[in-house]
């Protein structure tokens, strides 16, 4: 059984920062695309972007400035990166494998990791 | 990008009954839809995809339908673990984009 666990600062400044790790375990990181997605307090969900196992990447527009996704093949996770944060981008965040064709839908999520943006 | 609106926005529903929410897309996205379940607190769920498809484990009282812009969920008799806020996703195209979310509360 896949499960994801997302890992990082509960609390990050303004015009910092926001850095996350999504750890996979029950299975590889190989051959599936892996995604950050994110829920502001009472919304609903809007997806971040994905890394393909390959390196290669997918951002959505709206952050494509402020986004980097990574992965370390070998630690079996992947990362983000959010900069300049305000309070805009307080939310829970949420990793998720993408599946069939290019990671069209989200079948194993993490349990999520609430990050507030505050001084 | 492709907008996704859900109606309702919420329903109140008792045990039992059959529910039913709705999907619609900007634009055409043939079968590339998505719904999943939300319970406060929790990850969401994938149940169905390719509009139609149930994905394993599901039970069978959910069901998909539709294609080219409009979409629905049924949840032909509802149960108590069934109340959830549900959602829809398109996969046609980037970035993927969900509905805004229909919430199925106790009547």
């Known amino acids: 059984q896949v499960q994801l666990q997302e890992s990082g600062p509960g609390l990050v400044k303004p015009s910092e920062t926001l850095s996350l790790t999504c750890t996979v375990s029950?299975?590889?990181?190989?051959?599936?695309?892996w995604n950050w997605i994110w829920q502001p307090p009472g919304k609903g969900l809007e997806w971040i972007g994905y890394?393909?196992?390959?390196?290669?990447?997918n951002y959505n527009p709206s952050l494509k400035s402020r986004v980097t996704i990574s992965v370390d093949a070998s630690k079996n996770h992947f990362s983000l990166t959010l900069s300049s944060v305000t309070a805009a981008d307080t939310a829970v965040y949420y990793c998720?494998?993408?599946?069939?064709?290019?990671?069209?839908?989200?079948?194993?999520w993490g349990q999520g990791i609430p990050v507030t943006v505050s001084s | 990008d492709i907008q996704m609106t859900q109606s309702p926005s919420s329903v109140s529903a008792s045990v039992g009954d059959r529910v039913t929410i709705t999907c619609r897309a900007s634009?055409?996205?043939?079968?590339?839809l998505a719904w999943y379940q939300q319970k406060p607190g929790k990850a969401p769920k994938l149940l169905i995809y390719?509009?139609?498809r149930l994905q394993s484990g599901v039970p069978s009282r959910f069901s998909g339908s539709g294609s080219g812009t409009d979409f629905t969920l049924t949840i032909s008799s509802l149960q108590p673990e069934d109340f959830a806020t549900y959602y829809c996703q398109q996969a046609n195209s980037f970035p993927r984009t969900f509905g805004q979310g229909t919430k199925v509360d106790i009547k």
């Open positions: 390719g509009a139609y």
């Open positions: 998720a494998r993408g599946w069939a064709g290019a990671g069209d839908y989200f079948d194993y």
């Open positions: 890394i393909h196992y390959s390196g290669s990447t």
């Open positions: 634009q055409g996205i043939s079968s590339w």
């Open positions: 029950g299975g590889s990181i190989s051959g599936h695309y």
